[in-house]
């Protein structure tokens, strides 16, 4: 009987300890593990390690949640932009390049709110329907990058270098790698979902 018990005790130890790493994976570690897939790790933790409550291990709402920072991030920027339209002084190169810049940065706006809203709507969907939204919400969060990175080319060249150069570069470069993170996340939820297979839903 003693020998029993000690089979048991030794066949028992990769059970507790499966057990006991499963416990020690906070949030906080899903998120670091998970933003190692994007091109700037430490933008990502950086920007969604605040919402480890609300994501927990779920790829889902960590998608859902990057698009989100995305989309404040892209607003709040595209505001900046537009004040810059208004200083005193600015030449009219620096103008044009300005209004060029608030224009695709409204178009980026636009196409991550329909990323997060068709992530966010997509239910339980399966299969092809999945694959669907999923195409949705990748092309419009590509396309938000887009838009960014042309607005980092209005002010190409020798002649715009200055101060408002300078400080929209600053703004659109961290809007551009957060959407950059964004879109990584988004095609990790992808991927998982379609290796975990049909019947589940991660």
Known sequence: MA???????????PILFMVAMAVSSSPTDFIVASCKT???????????????????QSDHQLAQTALKVSLAKANSTSAYVAKMAKVRGIKPREYQAVRDCI?????????????????????????????????????????????ENTCLDCFAGPQMDGNIKNSIRRGIVNV?????????????????????GPAKNP
């Open 3 to 13: 020998r029993l018990g000690l089979f048991l005790l030794v066949l028992s130890f």
């Open 38 to 56: 994007t091109r700037y790790p430490p933008v990502c933790v950086q920007s969604l390690s605040g919402y480890a409550d609300e994501i927990q």
């Open 103 to 147: 224009n695709t940065m409204a178009d980026s706006v636009d196409r991550l709110n329909q990323s997060m809203n068709e992530l966010g709507q997509m239910g339980q969907a399966v299969g092809q329907d999945f694959m669907w939204h999923m195409s949705n919400v990748q092309t419009w969060t590509s396309a938000a990058l887009t838009d």
């Open 176 to 196: 551009a790698q957060v959407t950059s993170n964004a879109l990584a996340l988004v095609n990790r939820f992808a991927e998982r979902h379609q290796s975990a």
